[in-house]
């Protein structure tokens, strides 16, 4: 979240007058609010659907961003390749961590899940850059992603555009998959009573799975369409991890309409926290969080118990 | 006998379901009470309206007089009114001596001190080698809860129940779960609750109530259908009706 | 039946004295160890001094989390708020360091008061979440506060008076060191008090089941809000004997990593038990020293797979380990 100043630093003029600043701080909270919410929404998912306080997450968005700037960068593959393999390679190392690791704290205490992934965090956070070096890892953007686009009345820099545009197809594709079809049936199912859908004949196992490989998928994506904002370094998985599990938390674990909202607003609250008094930093973000899970312990749109 | 404990008109709903209807009874010191009705009747949520888990939505509690309704669960304890669990909800690394010791000290005030030892106090442990000897329970008494039977778990749910020095103790199923062959060590330990002790007692074990209890309340639908002696429960068409519905006519309850 | 319940009361005197010489020959042994630290290593005090005020941070989490069960990864809160306030008090006059130890255990004790009363109108998930929010926003305000605290440049330049005005805090950190170790013993004696004392049966019970606990008559937000303001006393100590040692108090004093690496090390050494909390504390800082200035990425693999491995095959820590395996050596001999 430090690097929410980055994006901000090169708008410095206040002198352009209120509606431009106010214009300014929108697109750039809104941006900012759909890379969280690209993120964390998988994460909501699988704290909603299987319990688990995955604090390895943000791990799954570096090792992508890893991926992602090894290829387009390193590689030359281009942009969209880049995020295809990022995708698909962080798939494939998530599925024996699921089967091996994951699977054996479902059900457990909280404090069991959160150690036992810091503990897979910092693994991820060795290893990577064991392999990879330990710097800064830039994942170049396309021509036309890194012009500014006219809109009109004013330009916007297209990269936003696309941020913006990939939070809706990811909202709007999870809706659809939840409440459309036969797949988010089954998976409604398991979250409303995991032990009468097994009774029923639905594969509880294979659902999670399939879940679980959803949500890093997304936590892919968002990590390498997010790196203009959450910059991808050596120490990303650990500054990103309070951040990610905040947002879920405050808008309630397992509900993507929640997840919007508590994406954008606590963007909201960020961007214009550090637009306006940036010498205050994250205070009034944590001030907000602590503000909202005091009033709504589960969140926003959290299910009761 | 005055009315040591007593309900009166309580009634609870969750929007528009009455779960408990204008239950009014009244105990007083000494009572024999036990609580019978088909499952759903509503005894779980009765026994949380007394005990300050639900609030009503009318009705009043009262306790040697005095109204308790808007108390919380602690205070209610405090004023004598203690309940056991259904599901023995206990410390499975603590001893059953460890319980009783901590009911002990709660009782008397002591249990949030610091400046002292748990271990320590001689006329605490007297008390409690006293209330655990009294429920047979003193062989165990050193180990950890997780490590003794059911049957004696169920016990110690009394132990610490008594070590509280209760008017009005309410007993959740005390007999649930437990082997055929330990419910007479869960019987004596009831024979030997103290005499001016209330008790309304829970049960499903009709052989248990018919010998325990001095009178019997039937619960159906969240309402009280009958309030007699325990020879008469049987004869009772309502409660024939509600235990058997159609079959009624065709056989006996016990 | 009635004569074996006398057999019983009998019985608990012998146990009481074996678990008193017990607890007599873990102090004497931590302190030995603390002597061995001192000769065997003269030129690492600062880091031994290092890691007595952590071990008192991982201690005080013991209390909240190992006793009490309520998950905590912003305990740095606490200690940060000893270190800072007997910083400020340094630089402002006051420069007796038992005075400054009593400063910042009076500061934790009031964060601990502020933390757990927010803290505990919440359960699980929120929880936890509450506690990293309150760590980030106590580190905010100290960035924010730089006319007080230093902000980004840390709090610099604390002079101490010598200690009870006849032992200077030297170059080479033997009087911090010794200091330190004295009130780690001093604490944990008092803490063993703590947990063998009525109210600390009161908190095993908490963490166990609190509906129970409400059903024997005893409130049980008071109990473990005292448990909080404890555990930020023994805290706000550590951050205040960090502050007087090093002479600087950094922001990374108030931050939710030193808060998720104390938990870890408490969680390595074994939850629950004072021991674990030591032991935790000196097996991680003293690795973290050695490999970390090797190569600080091994040593971040290296204690992630040692934390899973823990999580998932000995949940009790190492210290529980170790007694499995002593208790097993003991049955075969």
């Known amino acids: ?247 879920v938390s405050v808008g309630g674990a397992g509900s993507i309409p929640g997840a919007l909202i508590a994406c954008l607003v606590l963007g909201l609250v960020d961007t214009t926290g550090r637009y306006l008094m940036p010498e205050f930093g994250n205070f009034f973000f944590y001030a907000a969080v602590i503000l909202i899970v005091c009033l709504f312990p589960r969140g926003f749109l959290g299910r009761a118990q | 006998m005055s009315a040591l404990f007593q309900v009166e008109n309580l009634s609870k709903s969750f929007g528009g379901l009455a779960v408990s209807r204008d239950i009014s009874l009244s105990m007083p010191a000494g009572e024999r009470l036990a609580l019978i009705g088909p499952n759903g009747a509503g005894k779980t949520t009765f026994v949380n309206l007394v005990t300050g888990q639900l609030k009503p939505s009318a009705g009043r509690v009262l306790l040697n007089g005095q109204d308790i309704t808007q108390l919380g669960a602690v205070r209610r304890v405090r004023k004598g009114l203690v309940r056991t669990f259904q599901v023995t909800r206990l410390f499975s690394d603590l001893t059953p001596e460890e319980h009783v010791t901590l009911a002990v000290l709660q009782r008397e005030g002591k249990a949030t001190r610091i400046l002292s030892r748990f271990h320590g106090n001689s006329h605490v442990a007297d008390e409690v080698n006293g209330i655990l000897a009294t429920l047979g329970l003193h062989e165990v008494a050193r180990r950890k809860v997780g490590q003794i039977a059911y049957g004696q778990q169920r016990l110690l749910e009394i132990a610490i129940a008594l070590a509280l020095k209760p008017k009005v103790l309410l007993l959740d199923e005390p007999a649930a779960g437990v082997p055929s062959a330990d419910t007479p060590r869960i019987e004596q330990a009831l024979e ?40 008469e429960v049987a004869a009772d068409p309502r409660v024939r009706e509600a235990y058997l519905g159609n079959y009624a006519n065709a056989r006996s309850i016990a | 039946m009635h004569i074996i319940a006398h057999e019983g009361t009998v019985a608990a005197r012998p146990k009481a004295r074996s678990r008193w010489w017990r607890d007599a020959a873990g102090i004497a042994l931590i302190a030995a160890c603390g002597a061995a630290g001192f000769w065997l290593f003269p030129d690492n005090l600062a880091l031994l001094t290092r890691i007595v005020a952590v071990a008192l941070l991982v ?34 006059g006051v420069t007796e360091p038992m005075t400054l130890i009593a400063i910042g255990a009076a500061a934790g004790a009031v964060a601990g008061l502020l933390m757990g009363a927010i803290m505990l109108r919440a359960h699980g998930l929120a929880q936890l979440v509450l506690s990293i929010a309150i ?21 610099a330049g604390l002079m101490v008076s010598p200690l009870f005005g006849l032992f200077e805090f030297d170059l080479w950190g033997r009087t911090a060191y010794l200091m330190g170790l004295a009130l780690l013993l001093l604490v944990f004696i008092a803490l063993k008090f703590v947990v063998a004392s009525p109210f600390g049966m009161l908190c095993r019970g908490i963490k166990q089941d609190p509906i129970r606990i409400r059903a024997m008559g005893a409130f049980v937000f008071p109990v473990l809000l005292k448990m909080f303001v404890i555990s930020g006393a023994v805290a706000g100590m550590g951050g205040a004997l960090a502050a007087i040692s090093t002479q600087v108090v950094g922001l990374d004093s108030v931050s939710f990593e030193l808060s998720a690496n104390a938990l870890v090390m408490l969680v390595l050494g074994g939850l629950g038990t004072l021991y674990g909390a030591l032991v935790g504390t000196v097996i991680f800082m003293g690795f973290e020293h050695v490999v970390s200035a090797f190569n600080p990425f091994h040593w971040m693999t290296m204690v992630g ?10 949940p009790g820590g190492l210290s529980s380990l170790m007694e499995k395996v002593s208790a097993s050596k003991g049955r075969s001999s």
């Open chain 1, 1 to 247: 979240m430090a690097s929410a100043t980055l994006f901000i630093q090169f708008r410095t003029s206040k002198r352009k007058g209120s509606m431009q600043t106010i214009l300014s701080i929108a697109i750039d909270a809104l941006a900012f609010g759909m890379v969280l919410f690209i993120i964390c929404i998988g994460l909501s998912l699988t704290m909603g659907l299987m319990r688990v306080v995955n604090l390895a997450h943000g791990a799954f968005a570096m090792i992508a961003g890893y991926i992602a700037s090894y290829a387009a960068r390193d590689l030359g593959l281009g942009y969209a390749a880049g995020i295809f393999l990022a995708i698909i390679g962080t798939i494939v190392i998530s599925v024996p961590l699921e089967r091996f690791l994951y699977r054996r704290i479902y059900g457990s205490p909280e404090l069991t899940q959160v150690l036992m992934t810091i503990g897979l965090t910092f693994c991820v956070i060795g290893i990577t850059n064991y392999f990879f070096g330990p710097t800064l890892k830039t994942i170049p953007l396309p021509q036309a992603l890194s012009q500014p686009v006219d809109v009109g009345f004013r330009t916007i820099a297209a990269h936003r555009l696309f941020v913006i545009a990939c939070g809706a197809v990811v909202a709007g594709g999870l809706w659809y998959l939840i409440e459309r079809t036969d797949f988010g049936i089954k998976l409604r199912a398991t979250v409303d009573n995991a032990a009468m859908s097994d009774a029923l004949g639905v594969r509880t196992q294979v659902v999670y799975a399939i879940s679980f490989a959803i949500a890093i998928g997304l936590a892919a994506l968002g990590g390498v369409v997010g790196a203009e904002f959450l910059p991808i370094e050596p120490y990303y998985a650990l500054r990103y991890m309070v951040t990610f599990l905040v947002v």
């Open chain 3, 305 to 314: 797979a040692l934390l899973i491995a823990v999580v998932l095959a000995a």
């Open chain 3, 59 to 92: 201690l005080s989490i013991d209390l909240i989390v190992g006793y009490c069960g309520v998950a905590t990864l912003g305990q740095a809160a606490l200690f940060g708020a000893g270190a800072y306030a007997a910083g400020i008090a340094c630089v402002n």
């Open chain 2, 192 to 231: 030997r609750l103290p005499p001016s002790l209330a008790v309304l007692m829970i049960e499903h074990d009709m052989d248990l109530v018919f010998r325990f209890a001095k009178r019997v309340v039937v619960l159906a639908a969240g309402e009280i259908i009958f309030e007699g002696l325990p020879s």
């Open chain 3, 135 to 155: 760590v980030q926003l106590f580190h905010e305000a100290a960035n924010k506060a730089s006319a007080y605290t230093g902000g980004s440049d840390g709090l």
